[in-house]
């Protein structure tokens, strides 16, 4: 006999307690600028962890963490921005409002690797190792911050009758779909997604670290870029808020781009065996390439 899960117990359905975490006054503290903030920070101190495992002096993670910060969140706004152009252009003060949500990880990842290239060639060190010592501190980051989209009931995906479902408010949900109140909680989906690349990347990072995988300089950023972008690919499927280009969800046509380099870069490196090109060949505590 086939089990209907939709008898089953409403335990795990979500309900947004709302978009602010505390309010004092005339101050607002918004659980979305909370949990990028707590991302950040969580972050910064697991790179600086690994960079000291991988006997990189840990004072370059620090630096290059304001260069990320300074250029990935308004590279974020800025891409989500421009693709929601027809809107905010009849709304430019909203523009600036970024504690309401409205922010792409694709758009930060950009800014995110300009800024890197950049500081790696200032700093005379090798973009591909900051990118392995990173990588696993922004999946996790990811992590943390898709549970902004969840308090600012954003994100969400089509309608659904699971025990999980995600309950909508009236204002939030798509005029089309007004007359649903459950909806895919596609931000658990991804958050849950995120953690499982995050537990596969640390695992090859002290797998190569004790030397039982011949982990090879670039390895972490590329499974990290597949891996996520896999995911994201499938979970872009569900969403009814995508950032479109004509027909195509934006979101899905570069994680196939995602997949593509990453899975051609870790050919590169194993089946080809050759080494990546990095920026700066040297690495100032590197212990050369693996």
Same mark, same amino acid.
């Given at each position: 006999?086939?089990?209907?899960?939709?008898?089953?117990p409403l335990?795990?359905q979500?309900?947004?307690?709302?978009?602010?975490l505390v309010?004092?006054?005339?101050?607002t503290?918004?659980?979305?600028?909370?949990l990028?903030?707590?991302?950040?920070l969580? *972050?910064?101190t697991?790179?600086q962890?690994?960079?000291k495992?991988?006997?990189?002096?840990?004072?370059?993670?620090?630096?290059?963490?304001?260069?990320?910060v300074?250029?990935?969140?308004?590279?974020?706004?800025?891409?989500?921005?421009?693709?929601?152009?027809?809107?905010?252009?009849?709304h430019?003060?909203?523009?600036?409002a970024i504690?309401? !949500?409205?922010?792409a990880?694709?758009?930060a990842?950009?800014?995110?690797?300009?800024a890197a290239?950049?500081?790696?060639?200032?700093?005379?060190?090798?973009?591909?190792?900051?990118?392995?010592?990173?990588?696993p501190?922004?999946i996790?980051?990811?992590?943390?911050?898709?549970?902004?989209?969840?308090f600012?009931?954003?994100a969400? *995906?089509?309608?659904?009758?699971?025990?999980?479902k995600?309950?909508?408010p009236?204002?939030?949900?798509?005029?089309e779909?007004?007359?649903?109140?459950?909806?895919?909680?596609?931000?658990?989906?991804?958050?849950l997604?995120d953690?499982?690349?995050?537990?596969?990347?640390?695992?090859l990072?002290f797998?190569?670290?004790s030397g039982?995988?011949?982990?090879?300089?670039g390895?972490?950023s590329?499974?990290?870029?597949?891996?996520?972008?896999l995911?994201?690919l499938?979970?872009?499927?569900?969403?009814t808020?995508?950032?479109?280009?004509?027909?195509l969800r934006?979101?899905?046509v570069?994680?196939?781009?995602?997949?593509?380099f !990453?899975?051609? *870069?870790?050919?590169?490196?194993?089946?080809?065996k050759?080494?990546?090109?990095?920026?700066?060949?040297?690495l100032?505590?590197?212990?050369h390439?693996?």
């Amino acid at each position: 006999m086939a089990l209907d899960i939709s008898t089953l117990p409403l335990a795990f359905q979500f309900t947004s307690p709302g978009p602010i975490l505390v309010k004092i006054g005339p101050l607002t503290i918004r659980w979305y600028g909370f949990l990028i903030a707590t991302a950040v920070l969580i *972050g910064v101190t697991l790179s600086q962890f690994l960079a000291k495992r991988r006997n990189v002096n840990p004072e370059l993670i620090s630096d290059l963490s304001i260069w990320l910060v300074i250029a990935a969140i308004p590279a974020a706004r800025l891409y989500y921005v421009l693709f929601q152009w027809s809107e905010y252009v009849q709304h430019p003060e909203r523009i600036i409002a970024i504690w309401q !949500g409205g922010i792409a990880i694709h758009g930060a990842i950009i800014g995110g690797v300009i800024a890197a290239l950049l500081f790696a060639r200032m700093k005379q060190i090798s973009f591909w190792q900051l990118a392995d010592l990173v990588s696993p501190s922004l999946i996790l980051g990811q992590a943390i911050g898709r549970w902004g989209n969840f308090f600012n009931s954003e994100a969400f *995906g089509r309608p659904t009758n699971l025990p999980w479902k995600l309950y909508i408010p009236p204002e939030h949900r798509p005029p089309e779909l007004a007359n649903f109140e459950y909806f895919h909680p596609t931000f658990l989906y991804e958050s849950l997604w995120d953690v499982m690349v995050f537990a596969l990347l640390i695992t090859l990072f002290f797998r190569g670290l004790s030397g039982k995988l011949a982990l090879k300089t670039g390895t972490l950023s590329l499974v990290y870029l597949a891996a996520y972008s896999l995911g994201r690919l499938w979970i872009e499927g569900l969403r009814t808020d995508s950032l479109m280009l004509g027909v195509l969800r934006i979101a899905q046509v570069v994680s196939l781009l995602g997949i593509g380099f !990453g899975l051609a *870069g870790l050919a590169w490196l194993y089946v080809a065996k050759r080494p990546l090109p990095d920026v700066i060949s040297t690495l100032q505590g590197d212990q050369h390439r693996r």
